[in-house]
């Protein structure tokens, strides 16, 4: 009967070693998982403030060009205009120096 007990006590023993080797093992692979988890995230956010800087450095390009763009058309239009009252001024500078010198002379 001694036996018997000290078999049962072996085997308790024996559990109790084999569950506590589970117990670090779960414990080891948790440490990783969530270490593994967090290089993802950082990977994950790294590559997102990368994009986003690529995308914004994109978008501020094409902001100057079209800017270039409509200030170019600007121009353009404003020299037209300019040209145009230019050709008024002058026309009607001449319309009025003759009213001018037909009042004076009549």
């Known amino acids: 009967m001694l036996e018997s007990y000290k078999t049962v ?3 308790e023993m024996e559990a109790q070693k084999i569950l ?3 117990k670090e093992q779960s414990e080891k ?3 990783e998982a969530k270490e593994k988890a ?6 994950t956010y790294q590559e997102a403030i ?8 994109e978008i501020k390009e094409k902001a100057r060009m079209d800017a270039e763009r409509d200030e170019q058309i600007f121009l353009k239009r404003a020299e037209k205009q300019k040209k145009k ?3 008024d001024i002058e026309e009607n500078l001449s319309e009025a120096v003759n009213a001018v010198l037909h009042e ?3």
């Open 9 to 11: 006590l072996d085997k």
């Open 85 to 87: 009252i230019l050709k």
């Open 104 to 106: 004076i002379l009549t």
């Open 29 to 31: 692979l948790k440490k």
């Open 20 to 22: 506590q080797e589970a």
């Open 38 to 43: 967090e290089e993802v995230y950082r990977k």
């Open 50 to 57: 990368t994009q986003a800087k690529r995308k914004s450095i």
